[in-house]
């Protein structure tokens, strides 16, 4: 099947969702429809791509076959899945498949799985370990959830969003991966933002310090990403301290189920809360610096 | 000069002191004496590489040109550099160098840097940040601060010692480094034993979750070192909990006297803190993962 033939949808237009919609257009799908609760977002996305601007998110689903969504939290995907919101997804959703890429809750995907299913849909989790430039470019890590025949009618997208793609399981399997990749990745940064901040108390060289930590036991990816971005106080956002917040805190409740006590995973959803609470909530992840280097924040 | 015109003794035998004294014994450099408070662990180091094993530090200084010292905190730092002890490194120090290689307070650094130059000796700080089995090999990644000229003087020993060989300047600089690489390190252990102990609680694949974690914005160094030892609950000793809490502690206290607050660090020292008091202290730092693990600890 051409890439064309492809009808696509795409659900909350925001920094991941409209470059997703940018890429799979450049890739010769048909992008048909895009909706977001901020009208104006999905306008300019559509009309940048050749879409139709849904006014509701059914539209989405009477047009596309593949609906691709990617909201902000739990609330607003129960929300496009609502099944007493005769504009909800679910509408008229026989034979669609639905790729649901936020970053949610595990349950959610399971809910969802179930609501798609009992229309006759098809609903997969494709969970991103990456960040803005990787959708726009399509090498995202995904891992997906859900039904094996679901994955493989939506490998063609799939592949084109992807560089690295893993099928790890059931229907909310993915987003629990997902979250303790972030969960890791949120302490380590926030640990960075200690290392550098009490570095520049002392007055150290923090292009040497950090030298010294990437050849040494404090190496880490976000070292790469966030060190030199602490540095400058360069908090561009890629990843939001209030998405940080977020997804610490979808582990907590993981490890709160499971009866285990994390008090790293909630010393750094703490920082992160305090973040929003000053006001800093959309900063890049790497703000986290402002509260731990002196004269800041 | 000939290695073998090195004189050479090594004050602490415990796993870093008396790796390095095997190492530069290999390589041609004499090892004349060695001292260590647990008089049996001195005597069979010094049986196996022929050095005599002093009864009391003052000897070594007596034998030895070139003193390592490798001791285990700051007190011990404190008295074997006492003043009013009369079996004291000190004694007849004059000419001697010390090199002072035990991850211990910066201030430790520049007190004995004052005392020894009081006597017309000459003390280096040589941090490293590295383990046991670069400490036999010779690969030890080695900051050095002090006088240059020290240094210059060392050169012959702190090159053999070390693959990565870095001045960072005044006496209590590199122990301020290694301080900072040493919380960062322990946030980022304490960290991986929450991602890993929360996915085997959530029944996922360890190995699976593993890869995405060295793929992703979770990944680490420690998760290279310790990631399967956490799995396994194989924590033979290379960097010991208790020594990790040390460290940390360390860090704190720079972090106290600059006024900063970092609630990561002072979370990761708790933790190790309960390794000591629940018994656990002498596992290696790995070994946080026993706190974290479900049907662990």
Redesign the interface.
Known sequence: MAHSEYKIGVVGTGRMGSNIARHLHDEGFSIVAVFDVIEAAARMLAEEIGAEAADRPARVTELADYIITVVTDDNAMRKIFSESDADSLLKSAEGKLFLNCATISPQIHVDVEKLAEKRGAQSLEGCM??SITQARDGTL?L?CGGKRDAFDKAKPILDSMSV?L?Y?GDAG?AA??KA??????N??T???A??L???A??G?DLS??QE??A????????LE?DGEDMENRDHECYFSAAHAAKDSGI?LE??KA???????????K??FDKMIEIGKGELDKSGVAEL?F?GRG
């Open positions: 370990a990456s890590y891992m690295a893993r790890v399997r629990q991966v303790l990749v972030n969960m890791v990745m302490i380590n926030a640990a960075l200690e290392g901040g009490l570095g108390a002392l150290l040497m310090l010294v930590f050849q040494t036991g404090a190496n880490s990816r976000v990403t582990a993981l490890a499971a009866g285990l006590n994390l008090p790293l995973a909630e010393a750094t703490r920082q731990t002196p």
